[in-house]
Structures are given as structure tokens and as C-alpha cells.
């Protein structure tokens, strides 16, 4: 699985690069975009609400500036939740001025997804595991400063998930469902081209 979870993350990461570097070449004609974000998610574990928990999100997100101060796009990302899941969203941004160093504000939403048999930590659930995703719904205010030859991006927010697991055991004829709703606040620097 630790593989699997890094040759994802290379592939993010290498089409957010190639992105970056044709968008980049294509701005002085086009208003595409190639945004590359590194977050924190930080909050509560989600059956130990004692215990707080810090994971890492990587997202790339490809769009076009529909307007001066409207921009849409296409994202993907890795995160490492109780297991792996793989965010597709949609998200639509404000930019208070994309001509200069402004505040800006953002909204994701979309669905992550999961293939994952693996046991769930804190679960009292035997059997066998299928793991699935869930809806995911990420508000965020940030600003956005201008460099001579890209963006940064600074932002926090607030993520919503939701993650469902399925268990079935072999001498029963019912299957579990373990639904997990992880409420984190996010801390973001990322680049943009």
C-alpha cells in the first residue's frame, strides 16, 4: 500500500509540474491556471475525540480565470485518512484583484475516492473490509501573493469528509457499515502558475 501511495503521489506531483511549467508558457496568451497545494488537516481523531490528530493533504488543481476575479477548476489530490483516499473536486475561487498580491477565497467540493481492504484502527467491527470514500466540501480564505515568475498562496479553511467502510463476516449474513464524518481545519501554502 505504501507504494501504491507514492507512485500516486509522484504522478500528482509530475502532472502539477508539467502543468505548471505549460501553463506558465501558455499565460501571456491564455488565463489558465495551475495551482499545486501542501495543507494540514488537523483535528480530532475519529473515534478518540480525545486525541487530536495532524495529517498531510497534497492537491493540484487545474482551471481557467473565467473572469477578472472568477476562477474555476478541475482538482485531484492524495490523503491519508484512516486509509488512503484520493480526492476528485470541483472548486471555484475569488480573487479580490489576480493582478496583484490580494486576498482571495476558495470552495471545493467533490467526492474522494478509496480502494482500500484494510482494517480500520479503531473499529470493534471484525470481518472483511471495504473501505469506501465520501463526500468532501472544503471552504477556505487565503491570500494570494505575487512573484516575479509565480503565485503563493497561503490559505486556511475548514474540511468536511465523510468516509464509509463496509464489513462483512463470513458466519453472518449482515454487513456493517462504519461511517466516519471528519470535521478538520486546514493550513495551505501552495504555488500557482
Known amino acids: 500500500m505504501r507504494y501504491y501511495f507514492l507512485l500516486v503521489l509522484c504522478i500528482v506531483t509530475a502532472s502539477g ?3 505548471q511549467q505549460e501553463a506558465a508558457h501558455q499565460s501571456q496568451k491564455t488565463n489558465y491556471f495551475n495551482h499545486t497545494q501542501v495543507s494540514l488537516l488537523i483535528g480530532e481523531e475519529s473515534e478518540d475525540k480525545s486525541r487530536k490528530a495532524i495529517i498531510p493533504s497534497f492537491q493540484n488543481i487545474t482551471g481557467i ?3 477578472e476575479h472568477v476562477g474555476i477548476g478541475l482538482g485531484v489530490g492524495v490523503e491519508p485518512f484512516e486509509y488512503v483516499v ?5 472548486s471555484g ?14 470552495a471545493k467540493a467533490g467526492y474522494a475516492f478509496a480502494n482500500s481492504h484494510k482494517r480500520l484502527v479503531n473499529s470493534y467491527y471484525y470481518g472483511d473490509f471495504t473501505n469506501k470514500g465520501g463526500v468532501m466540501l472544503n ?4 491570500i494570494r501573493i505575487k512573484m516575479p515568475y509565480f503565485d503563493m498562496t497561503l490559505s ?3 474540511r468536511f469528509q465523510h468516509l464509509e467502510s463496509r464489513i462483512s463476516h463470513e ?3 449482515y454487513t456493517y457499515k462504519h461511517k466516519v464524518d471528519y470535521s478538520r481545519a486546514t493550513f ?3 504555488i500557482m502558475f
Open 17 to 19: 509540474l508539467f502543468a
Open 65 to 67: 480565470l473565467l473572469r
Open 86 to 90: 484520493f480526492p476528485v473536486f470541483i
Open 93 to 106: 475561487n475569488y480573487y479580490f484583484n489576480f493582478n496583484k498580491t490580494a486576498p482571495y477565497f476558495a
Open 139 to 142: 471552504p477556505e480564505i487565503g
Open 156 to 158: 486556511g479553511g475548514y
Open 171 to 173: 458466519s453472518t449474513l
Open 188 to 190: 495551505t501554502l501552495g
